[in-house]
């Protein structure tokens, strides 16, 4: 009896991995919230926990220089240069990849310069931090020059400070 019972499920294991033909069914990825979305509301603010976290202003009042200080500091710089590695990846998901090849590449040298800025806050170097964020603009830059076309507004919210 408990043979019997072993081989009729053997038998539906055999007939469901050997039968189907449709493509297997992968995670129910969602990409309705659109590149522009992303942008405006991840990668932009991801950047400026970059960008704004090492800094110099010189004025009337003298030099003013500011830094990561605390732990918490840090985080947020590590948290701003990984979303924008991970973000890289939702990038060039089906849905929002405009094409399989410069679209990829710009997206993947935009992780990897996140990664370097990344191991930079790791190492709690705030000026190379500083430094690798200006190659993390360029990588924004160069996409943005090739796909974002015919948008007056271009760039307002990048760099605007
Ligand atoms: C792989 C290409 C690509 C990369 C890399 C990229 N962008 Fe974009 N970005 C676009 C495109 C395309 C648009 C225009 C989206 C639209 O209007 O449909 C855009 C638009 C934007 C906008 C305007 C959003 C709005 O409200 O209209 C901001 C802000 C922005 N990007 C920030 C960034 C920052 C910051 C980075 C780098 C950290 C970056 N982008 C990297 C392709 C890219």
Known sequence: ?????????????????????????????STDRSVQMLMANMLDPAADLLWDAVGTVVDENGENHWQPETEEDWLQVRLGAIALA?????????????????????????ADAAMEAF??????????????GESVYETCNNCHSVYWVDDADRGRAIGSD
């Open 86 to 110: 991970e973000a890289a990846n939702l990038l060039i998901m089906e849905g929002r990849a405009r094409d399989q090849g410069q679209w990829v590449e710009l997206s993947q040298a935009m």
């Open 119 to 132: 191991a930079a806050a790791e190492a709690e170097d705030p000026q190379l931090v500083f430094d690798l």
């Open 1 to 29: 009896m408990r043979t019997r019972v072993v081989c009729v499920v053997l038998t539906a294991v055999i007939a469901v991995g050997c039968g189907g033909t449709e493509a297997p069914a992968g995670p129910p990825f």
